[in-house]
């Protein structure tokens, strides 16, 4: 148990673990079938794609397509070019890349195999904005959706019915290719339609509903964006015979990330309560939660007994108040820090296992009991920052952030409460 005596680099060694176990090269090629033969496109999205492309090209070799990525995330590919934009909001590079994607699918015939790589992020640098709607609007929609709190989910439903490549149109815009979508999940759930808004996937969802997500979270929207929800959308339904050729196929996804830093977890000697890898809600809302059940287990720890793991994944939000930086995983160890107040022997991290909180390139923080005594040595408010959602800005200040570059993947967050009993604190 040599480890417990340096909490964060045990938790940080935790935290690389599950990124390591999601990466594509270790994973996609036992997704692949042979390569096709006949024509062969590779088209792909998100954070963790460019990777997937790396990946496709180690076991097939050279091939025709295109890929969108995040800026910072490209990978070298032989034949399939690798293009960067922006994330989380989209940005005309993205723009551009998307229009020669769906020129290149228009192209595809009854004989031809498209491969689509897709991962979290991908509502991002997918951009095809709906009839009506330019590439400004839609970009303040994605803002506004981003500092509203809203879960997900419901962002994604917006994000489809503004869209010509969402909620399964990127799929259509194939047919009658054959296609075969893989996907690494960052969403809770790991539901295909909801991963990077479902390109390759049906969607039953209403331009109705997109119309009361605006409401629901207070989205102030341009005119324009509100008169494209009146119209009928392009989101094709399931079943639609433009899907009928489309398999899907989720490749890694947070549970196996959880699983394996559960696996090194008990080998190091924690009994690991899982709390799941789904879990939603306001970071600092879930914070407190996860500070009482900490505070609850240390209180029954007696000397002797193993140190325990509380371990969970999901995606949290933010509803952001403050002018200031910070994403959830940030925000979520803050309130933790707060809502524990130098409890003895709790430490933890939070992280996002692409590399990217909120929109800083950090992944996230670590805390430990000494945690907001060191903040307030330095001059710093804890309660005042979290209150300005300034969280990585308090740990930067702290030297307690995790910056692990990018990480080539995406299976969600990835957050670890390590209990110590009294012997060890």
């Known amino acids: 148990m040599t480890q417990m005596h340096n909490p964060s680099a045990f938790l940080r060694s935790l935290f690389a673990r599950a ?14 079938p042979q390569k096709p033969a006949g024509r062969v496109v590779v088209i792909g999205a998100g954070k963790a794609s460019a990777r997937m492309a790396e990946a496709v090209e180690a076991a097939w070799g050279s091939c025709e397509g295109l890929v969108i990525t995040r800026y910072g995330y490209a990978r070298p590919c032989r034949g399939i070019e690798i293009v960067e934009a922006a994330h989380p909001v989209p940005d005309a590079a993205g723009a551009a890349a998307t229009a020669r994607m769906l020129d290149l699918l228009a192209g595809c015939g009854e004989d031809d195999f498209v491969l689509a790589l897709i991962s979290g992020g991908a509502s991002a640098l997918l951009v095809a904005p709906s009839d009506g709607v330019s590439l400004a609007q839609k970009q303040a929609v994605n803002a506004a959706l981003l500092a509203s709190g809203a879960p997900i989910g419901q962002m994604n439903v917006l994000r489809k019915h503004l869209s010509r490549v969402k909620g399964g149109q990127l799929a259509a ?17 790991d539901d295909p339609a909801a991963i990077g808004s479902g390109p390759t996937v049906g969607d039953t969802t209403t331009a109705e509903d997109a119309r009361t997500i605006l409401d629901r979270w207070g989205i102030d929207a341009p005119e324009a964006v509100r008169q494209a929800l009146e119209r009928p959308t392009g989101v094709i339904p399931p079943g639609d015979v433009r899907l009928a050729r489309v398999e899907n196929r989720v490749i890694a996804a947070p549970a196996q990330s959880l699983a394996a830093a559960a696996h090194d977890a008990e080998a190091a ?45 999901g995606e949290l939000t933010v509803t952001r108040r403050g002018t200031g930086i910070g994403g959830p995983n940030a925000e979520f160890c803050l309130a933790l820090a707060l809502a524990l107040d130098g409890a003895a022997g709790i430490h933890a991290i939070a992280c996002d ?21 060191e903040a307030r040595r330095l001059g ?30 995406n299976v969600n967050d990835f957050r670890a409460i390590l209990i110590l009993p009294p012997q060890t604190r």
Request: charged share 20%; proline share 7%; glycine share 12%.
């Open 269 to 313: 000697g924690c009994a690991v309560r899982m709390l799941g890898d789904a879990l939603e809600g306001e970071a600092r809302d879930v914070a407190r939660d996860q500070a009482r059940m900490a505070r609850g287990v240390a209180a029954g720890l007696r000397p002797g007994d193993a140190p325990v793991l509380l371990l969970s994944g």
């Open 380 to 409: 710093l408010d804890p309660e005042a920052e979290l209150a300005a959602n300034n969280a990585h800005g308090f740990f930067g200040a702290i030297d307690a952030q995790v910056v692990p570059g990018p990480t080539l993947t």
């Open 173 to 189: 815009a194939a047919f009658p290719a054959r296609m075969l979508c893989l996907m690494i999940s960052d969403v809770p759930g």
């Open 19 to 32: 990124v390591e176990v999601a990466d594509p090269m270790r994973s996609l090629a036992l997704h692949l």
């Open 353 to 373: 296992t692409d590399g990217v909180d909120g929109a800083a390139e950090v992944a996230g923080a670590v805390i430990g009991p000494q945690t907001l005594a």
